[in-house]
């Protein structure tokens, strides 16, 4: 792709040959004659003054001389240009011969369902959407236009999907919360017989979790992104536009409410409140019923305000020394007292 159409498609404006041709993106310090790269930041904007790369995607304060393409924010136009120099893998509509297909499951226009698939009865399957290969959706699901599941997802029954989500392979939505009773000196199930519901734009990563809710819903709101490996308890209400890092876990009824970010390994109790705008950072563990204020940021187990963390890691790091200096003053204490 030329320069000068990149920059058409990204409304944006370029200088400098806008027929070189654009072959791939890399990063600043990597990128070559026809590559794409961005520059953002101090440390970005010194790394892309000796950059080779063929066009740089800067903002208005970088330097002219070279073939460059101009926006504000050129970290997003260079995610929007990577959609344009790498397309989407695109499936011709239809289901595959050794998909199974319920006679009563509804089907939209232009769908593709994969190889061994299995809809179940009664699922609704809106326009567009991508059942990959190996995906199960079970009886009353329902997912919707535009959506894509990579291979091998699991949508229990019942579990309700919205418009243009992206679920990705081993992801698991509406398996049994985890309730249980105990009866005498043994556990007995608590039927988990409410169900999942996930809104618009949201992607949920490889190999993570939403639990059916035990009465009610578990619900992500829209546009919600959880990485790789998370696990999201029953009954949990996640709000719209919240970010969840890797291998975080959260027990039952946990609230977090909209635009907060959890860090990675991030554990919570049960009935945790994380407020909007909060940040969590990694490896973080909030205790059972706690409230995490909105537009702070948080660290530690438990967790609590950055600043403080901080200071009491400070204090840690100081113990070694105040240990020294305690063996000495006993020292001295017992040599004056001989």
Known sequence: ???????????????????????????????????????????????????????????????????????????????????????????????????????????????????????????????????????????????????????????????????????????????????????????RKFPQVGTVEVGDDCEIGANSTVDRAALGVTRLGNGVKVDNMVHIGHNCRIEDHVVIAAQTGMSGGCVIETGAVIGGQVGMGDKVRVESGAVLGSGSGVLTSKIVRGGETYWGTPARPLKEYLRQLAHVANLPGLASRVKELERRGESSSI
């Open 1 to 187: 792709m030329r320069v000068c159409d990149l920059a058409i498609r990204l409304q944006a404006s370029f200088e400098g040959d806008g027929e070189v041709e654009i072959q791939r993106a890399l990063a600043v310090e990597e990128a070559g004659e026809g590559d794409l790269a961005f520059a953002a930041g101090r440390k970005g904007v010194a790394m892309a003054a000796a950059s080779a790369a063929g066009c740089l995607i800067v903002d208005d304060s970088f330097p002219a001389g070279r073939t460059l393409i101009r926006s504000i924010d050129p970290r997003t136009a260079f995610a929007m240009a990577l959609t344009m120099l790498y397309p989407a893998k695109s499936f011709v509509p239809g289901v595959h011969g050794s998909a199974v297909v319920a006679l009563s499951a509804l089907i939209g226009e232009g769908v593709y369902v994969g190889p061994h698939a299995v809809i179940g009865e009664r699922a609704s399957i809106g326009a567009g959407a991508v059942i990959g290969a190996g995906c199960f959706v079970g009886d009353d699901v329902s997912v919707g236009a535009g959506s894509l599941l990579h291979p091998r997802v699991t949508l229990y029954d019942g579990v309700r999907v919205g418009a243009r989500a992206v679920l990705h392979s081993g992801a698991v939505l509406g398996a049994d919360g985890f309730g249980f009773v105990r009866v005498g000196q043994a556990y």
